[in-house]
């Protein structure tokens, strides 16, 4: 069985840092891909970052270009994604999505992720 837990979300002022962890367990492959989304309210899941596991190819979108990182651990199944410079309007639930058939060109669409978490909330604010 499949299983994605994520953690680390909170309340921060803006300009402030968080790092978020997603821990995978139960795919019997290393072939895959994480995906950061993100969802506030009223407004559609967005993809905001990806790594795919065995190559290491990185994608961001031009949102958090330049103030998220995303990471890989390998050996303990985990991956990061650390958010500096945080803004009002990154207020969201972070979801990370394993996509099994990754391709890199569509790594932003939600439908091209085959399991999810259920999420961590993000809140920016003073």
């Known amino acids: 069985q499949v299983q994605l837990v994520e953690s680390g979300g909170g309340l921060v002022q803006p300009g402030g840092s968080l790092r978020l962890s997603c821990v995978v367990s139960g795919y019997p492959a290393n072939d895959y891909a994480i995906g950061w989304f993100r969802q506030a309210p009223t407004k559609e899941r967005e993809g905001v970052s990806c790594?795919?596991?065995?190559?290491?190819?990185?994608y961001y979108s031009d949102s958090v270009k330049g103030r998220f990182t995303i990471s890989r651990d390998n050996a303990k199944n985990t991956v990061y994604l650390q958010m500096n410079s945080l803004k009002p309007e990154d207020t969201a639930v972070y979801y990370c999505?394993?996509?099994?058939?990754?391709?890199?060109?569509?790594?932003?669409?939600?439908?091209?992720?085959?399991?999810w978490g259920q999420g961590t909330q993000v809140t920016v604010s003073s």
């Open positions: 999505g394993l996509d099994t058939d990754h391709t890199g060109s569509s790594w932003y669409e939600v439908w091209e992720y085959d399991y």
């Open positions: 790594i795919s596991i065995d190559d290491g190819s990185i």
